[in-house]
């Protein structure tokens, strides 16, 4: 309290000290005003004098006098206005004070102007009316105004500052007193503190005798590091873990024990300690040398102690033996999880999907409704496995992706098409607006359809009833940029929020209720930052939100190579947003294609890229469909290109239909499962022999829903066991093998040695499992499919691809 108590004792001076000296400074400012008054009277008189000299004589000097009294005075005006800053009373009469000068000196100055032109008598004359006198009595009554309260004003400091200063020497007085008590007090103090030292000491020594006994009952490894870098003091731990001695690492180098500096330079500077502060303090997973020379893992905590000698370190080693064993049991967990959640679900979903796709006949709209809701809640079911997974994934560091360069538009329209059940159930519109050209990427497709997936269905989640839900793929504003962006019409984002929406677990306040993890945005984030891209959102003008994710784009060669590969159908519709509904029922069957909107469009593209088949609107604006029909056939030849018509109506007769060898007419408004059929039977790949295909998977509902799926595509061989595989590959060469990785006894890839033909040519392999991946351990098979991803369109486009793949190779 001592200490507080001078504190305020020189404060409370301080601020006398500060009053008086303000107090004085505001008395000798008066005194100076008055001087100022006092010197513009004199100047305005001298000025008058002048004036009427000059009058009289015509003295030049008197008139330049006169000149200079009249700057003076305005000097001195605007120097006491300066001075007078915050008095109303006295800036008002400075003011009168400006007006009678202003008046006075154009009052003289008239006059000098009349002795100049008219000459003395008239210049006397206008003297001697009295105005000049009754300005000069205003002019000396206001400077008397003022300085008469100037007087007032002084009398008043001067006394404060008396008054000030007889309180100062007071508080001095008692000030004096009062410290000759705290003295005092001080070495009465001063004798307790001798008194209580050796008490101190004594508890010092308790508490080192204290600390010690902690330090050698600590199981955990500690050694103590002097600035120099040498072992200064170990704990019994260290004996215990590895095996030294304490004499063994006396004063020896850190090293000997663990590299946790290494380089050159002083140890400090290698470990990374400035003033005090270590720049990283813990070590993951750090070899450590036990005395048998054997290394040994062990995390690695370093912390600081301050000592007259300098900063000592502190090193902790936590043996990671058990953690690393119960990481294990997690990961085992996981793949467990990989393995017995995703393959039935899959099995489920997949069969639903059959199901509502009519596979097995006909449903009443009551039971295509139930199949539908079961559909859509095995997705949001199998989304969130994934998202838990994934998640896990980021935080071990495995998170993997496959980069490839695809048309982002095909993505999209996949999204729109697996998301359509869902927007459809909650009585929401999805729709999907692609740009006609190619927005060609490098990325991993299934990576960014689940990017796509968690912004659609974070939309559909917060979009009410009878509300739109819009996708949208562009280039950016950038060259090298493409832009998907997803709107909805939800209630938008709340302000508290925004700044976390990015986080794990994160869930709006006042959607708590909704379901869902709060992991989906994180992971869309995670995986469009590792495509070195950005993702954010916006408020939309009315109402919703609008999220946007941007991707490096790029047009190479090999990605046209792609395309004439994959895109097998060109669509040429008049109306794009039919074009888009005919894509999007297309790609649910696993099939590519590319949208043109005009006949010659589709002439380009048909002689750049060579596609299979046609879907020709009859409706063309720049061109008779009918003509480009006939010359593509003729060109194409009825072997390499199917034309299929889409129309408005029936326009032709029977005969000219059979003139074309069409695949099949169809009218708008279009049957979709009509379209399926007809596509299914026009590719030219599809007229080939059906390839015949081996499934290995240890799940029975997994082999017979794919069987179903593919039925009329591929004649499917299925097997649950590598022996039965085998077995069969004996009888029959396969031109496809599906691969589960995970079975009862060993993996899939135990297979890839026998899969080769008589002549030595691998057979191609897609791997089909529930389990992540590494991609260094798939180098010899041609694509992989995870189930939980990727739809049955998904396989019955890979496998045409696959197929279409080794036929070129073939020819080669």
């Given at each position: ?16 000290y500060?009053?008086?000296e303000t107090l004085r ?8 005003r008055r ?8 100047i305005m ?9 000059y ?6 000097a008197?008139r ?7 700057r003076?005075?305005?000097?001195l005006?605007r120097?006491l206005?300066?001075a007078?800053g ?6 008002a ?8 000068a202003?008046?006075k ?11 100049d032109?008219?000459g ?9 009316d009295?105005?000049?006198?009754r300005?000069?009595?205003?002019f ?7 300085m008469?309260?100037e ?8 006394q404060?500052?008396?008054a000030?200063?007889a309180?100062i020497?007071?508080a ?13 007090v001080?070495?009465w103090?001063l ?12 508890a010092?020594?308790d ?6 006994a ?5 199981a955990?490894?500690?050694?103590i590091i002097?600035?120099s ?5 170990i704990?019994p731990a260290?004996?215990r873990?590895l095996?030294?001695e304490?004499?063994?690492?006396d ?6 024990v ?6 050159s330079?002083s140890?400090?500077e290698r470990?990374?300690l400035i003033?005090?502060?270590?720049k ?8 450590v040398r036990?005395?048998?020379?054997k ?19 502190v ?5 990671i033996?058990?953690?690393r064993?119960?990481d294990?049991q997690?990961?085992d ?6 393995h017995e ?7 489920i ?5 059959l199901?509502?796709a009519e ?5 009443p709209e009551?039971a295509?409704?139930?199949v539908?809701i ?7 079911l ?8 994934d998640?896990d994934?980021?935080?071990a ?12 538009r095909?993505i999209?329209l996949?999204?729109?098409?697996n998301f359509?059940?869902?927007a ?11 740009p ?9 497709d299934?990576r ?6 968690n912004?659609v ?6 979009t009410?009833g009878?509300?739109r ?5 562009r ?11 997803v709107?909805?019409?939800?209630p938008?984002?709340a302000?508290?929020?925004r700044?976390r929406?990015f986080g794990?677990?994160e ?7 909704t379901?869902?993890t709060?992991?989906?945005l ?6 469009v930052s ?11 003008p009315?109402a919703?939100?609008?999220f946007?994710?941007?991707l ?9 190579d792609?395309?004439?590969l994959e895109t ?5 519709e ?7 509904s005919?894509?999007s029922?297309l790609a ?5 294609s ?8 589709a002439?380009?593209a048909?002689a750049?890229?060579g596609?299979t088949?046609?879907l020709l ?7 008779n469909?009918?003509e480009?029909?006939?010359d ?8 390499s290109?199917?034309?299929l018509v ?5 326009l ?5 239909r ?6 099949d007419w169809?009218?708008?408004p279009?049957d979709?499962?009509?379209?399926k ?11 080939r022999?059906?390839p ?5 998977d ?9 069987a179903m ?9 299925k097997?649950r066991?590598?022996?039965q ?5 004996a ?13 009862e ?6 297979l890839?040695?026998?899969l080769f033909?008589?002549d030595g040519?691998a057979?191609?392999?897609?791997i089909?499992?529930a ?5 260094d351990?798939?180098?010899?098979v041609d694509?992989?499919?995870l189930?939980s991803r ?7 486009a ?7 793949e ?7």
């Amino acid at each position: 309290m001592i200490p507080l108590l001078l504190a305020s004792t020189l404060t409370w001076l301080q601020s006398e000290y500060d009053r008086w000296e303000t107090l004085r400074l505001e008395a000798l400012a008066s005194n100076s005003r008055r001087n100022q008054v006092s010197d513009l009277l004199s100047i305005m008189r001298s000025a008058e004098t002048s004036q009427r000299g000059y009058a009289i004589s015509g003295d030049e000097a008197l008139r330049a006098r006169f000149v200079e009294g009249e700057r003076a005075t305005r000097r001195l005006l605007r120097e006491l206005h300066r001075a007078y800053g915050g008095d109303v009373v006295q800036q008002a009469k400075l003011s009168d004070l400006d007006q009678t000068a202003d008046a006075k000196f154009a009052e003289m100055e008239e006059v000098i102007h009349l002795r100049d032109t008219q000459g003395t008598a008239v210049a006397l004359g206008r003297i001697s009316d009295g105005q000049g006198q009754r300005l000069m009595a205003r002019f000396e009554q206001l400077a008397g105004q003022l300085m008469q309260r100037e007087i007032a004003t002084g009398a008043q400091r001067v006394q404060a500052v008396q008054a000030r200063s007889a309180t100062i020497q007071r508080a001095m007085w008692i000030i004096l007193a009062i410290g000759s008590i705290v003295l005092a007090v001080m070495l009465w103090l001063l004798w307790r503190q001798r008194q209580a030292q050796y008490r101190i000491a004594l508890a010092s020594y308790d508490a080192a005798k204290r600390n010690q006994a902690i330090l050698n009952g600590t199981a955990d490894p500690i050694l103590i590091i002097n600035p120099s870098g040498t072992i200064e003091m170990i704990n019994p731990a260290v004996t215990r873990t590895l095996g030294y001695e304490g004499h063994e690492l006396d004063r020896r180098d850190i090293s000997v024990v663990t590299d946790i500096a290494p380089g050159s330079g002083s140890f400090h500077e290698r470990v990374g300690l400035i003033d005090g502060v270590l720049k990283v303090s813990f070590f993951h997973e750090q070899l450590v040398r036990d005395r048998s020379g054997k290394m040994i893992p062990f995390d690695i905590a370093l912390g600081t102690m301050r000592l007259p000698d300098g900063d000592h370190l502190v090193m902790s080693l936590r043996d990671i033996t058990e953690r690393r064993r119960l990481d294990q049991q997690k990961n085992d967990l996981i793949s467990s999880v990989s393995h017995e959640l995703r393959t039935p679900l899959t099995s489920i979903i997949g069969a639903l999907s059959l199901l509502n796709a009519e596979a097995g006949g006909e449903l009443p709209e009551g039971a295509r409704e139930l199949v539908g809701i079961a559909e859509n809640n095995g997705r949001r079911l199998i989304r969130l496995i994934n998202d838990m997974l994934d998640v896990d994934r980021i935080e071990a560091g495995r998170f993997q992706m496959s980069m490839a360069q695809v048309d982002l538009r095909d993505i999209a329209l996949r999204a729109c098409e697996n998301f359509d059940g869902l927007a459809r159930s909650q009585g929401a519109a999805l729709t999907c607006h692609v740009p006609e050209a190619p927005v060609i990427v490098e990325v991993d497709d299934d990576r960014i359809l689940q990017v796509i997936g968690n912004l659609v269905s974070n939309a559909l989640k917060y979009t009410p009833g009878q509300g739109r839900v819009q996708i949208t793929v562009r280039h950016g504003r950038h060259d090298g940029e493409a832009i998907v962006q997803v709107d909805d019409e939800g209630p938008g984002i709340a302000a508290e929020f925004r700044s976390r929406i990015f986080g794990r677990f994160e869930r709006a306040v006042e959607h708590e209720g909704t379901a869902g993890t709060g992991l989906g945005l994180a992971i869309a984030q995670e995986i469009v930052s590792r495509h070195g891209g950005k993702i954010w959102f916006e408020d939309l003008p009315k109402a919703g939100t609008r999220f946007v994710f941007s991707l490096p784009a790029s047009v190479s060669a090999t990605v046209a190579d792609d395309l004439d590969l994959e895109t097998s159908i060109l669509i040429c519709e008049s109306d794009p947003q039919v074009g888009l509904s005919l894509q999007s029922a297309l790609a649910s069957e696993g099939y590519a294609s590319h949208l043109v909107t005009n006949a010659m469009a589709a002439r380009d593209a048909i002689a750049e890229h060579g596609y299979t088949m046609l879907l020709l609107d009859m409706a063309l604006e720049d061109a008779n469909a009918f003509e480009i029909a006939r010359d593509l056939r003729q060109q194409a030849g009825p072997d390499s290109l199917s034309i299929l018509v889409v129309s408005p109506q029936d326009l032709e007769a029977p005969t000219t239909r059979l003139s074309l060898d069409l695949v099949d007419w169809i009218e708008k408004p279009v049957d979709v499962l009509r379209l399926k059929a007809a596509v299914s039977a026009g590719v030219p790949l599809n007229r080939r022999e059906q390839p015949t295909v081996l499934h290995l998977d240890d799940d029975q509902d997994t082999l017979d829903v794919t069987a179903m799926a593919l039925a009329g595509e591929a004649e499917i061989f299925k097997a649950r066991s590598l022996e039965q595989a085998r077995t069969l590959l004996a009888r029959r060469q396969p031109d496809l093998v599906i691969l589960d990785y995970h079975l009862e006894h060993g993996t899939g890839l135990d297979l890839l040695p026998d899969l080769f033909t008589a002549d030595g040519i691998a057979i191609p392999v897609i791997i089909y499992s529930a389990q992540d991946l590494r991609f260094d351990d798939l180098t010899p098979v041609d694509a992989v499919l995870l189930k939980s991803r990727a739809s049955m369109p998904d396989l019955k486009a890979t496998i045409r691809r696959v197929i279409a793949e080794r036929h070129v190779r073939l020819r080669l």
